[in-house]
């Protein structure tokens, strides 16, 4: 009984280059193997196996693992910088029964009018991220972070430095300042820098895979961090609440990090 787990990426270069027509095949060590076929702005990402693992979130994830694997053979090969989008993916369960499969389907967030006071809040932070660099660089980590949630910590950590450095405070002084325990930011130095190979290679090769924890909480950190930061530089500035920052992050996020 096989299942298959099909993902459809949409490819495409700023420079205007397309895609060569391309049909690799990879053997995983363990079983499933993968068909990758791309040309012109699309690339198919096909991986089979007996069984996969009923899980459509990893099998997502692998999927922009191996997309990833093409863009960097690409840029390798001499064709340019290429980047990925998911444009659909299917999954089909037991191919030689009775066949049942499952979809995934992108929908619009609500639309909603933003308000006045809505728009003195961008014209505010613009004004603050302008006058202290340690915040605008804090705040494009912020940004990259939630851009990329397979690699959110490495802006999360980065953010984070560049507020600890920037004021000349201990990690310790910061997180008194956001009410995070210290064990907390120590655990999330570990990660970043030691246990899953966002900011230094490990010799197992393995890196995390986003979820809401390190694709939001850690970013909401960093949020609290930049807020605690701006109430210290300008002293009249009233921080988010731990609240508003949640709302904040969740308006950003994807339920659904890999699609």
Do not use: C
Not at 125 to 135: D, E, G, N
Request: charged content about 20%.
């Amino acid at each position: 009984m096989t299942d298959i787990a099909i993902s459809v990426f949409s490819v495409s270069s700023r420079r205007g280059y397309f895609l060569p027509s391309l049909n690799i095949q990879y053997q995983e060590v363990d079983g499933p193997q993968w068909t990758v076929a791309a040309g012109g702005t699309r690339a198919y990402v096909v991986r089979f196996g007996n069984p996969l693992k009923d899980d459509p979130e990893e099998q997502s994830a692998d999927s922009h693992f191996m997309i990833r694997r093409l863009t960097s053979s690409l840029l390798l090969g001499g064709l340019g910088l290429f980047q990925s989008e998911t444009s659909g993916r299917l999954f089909i369960r037991n191919v030689h029964g009775d066949i049942s499969w499952t979809s995934y389907f992108d929908w619009p967030a609500p639309s909603d009018q933003p308000t006045a006071a809505a728009a003195q809040r961008v014209n505010d932070w613009f004004a603050a991220i302008s006058k202290h660099t340690m915040l605008r660089r804090a705040a494009d980590d912020a940004h990259l972070a939630l851009s990329n949630p397979h690699e959110a910590l490495v802006f999360v950590y980065r953010g984070l430095e560049w507020l600890v450095v920037g004021r000349n405070i201990g990690w310790e002084a910061l997180a008194q300042e956001i009410g995070a325990p210290i064990a907390s930011l120590r655990d999330l130095k570990k990660m970043a820098n030691v246990d899953l190979g966002f900011r230094h290679a490990t010799s197992t090769g393995i890196k995390a895979r986003a979820d809401l924890g390190t694709a939001g909480s850690a970013v909401a950190l960093l949020f609290d961090a930049i807020n605690a930061s701006r109430a210290k530089l300008e002293p009249g500035f009233t921080p988010m609440t731990t609240t508003q920052s949640a709302e904040a992050i969740m308006r950003t996020l994807s339920p659904f990090p890999y699609s």
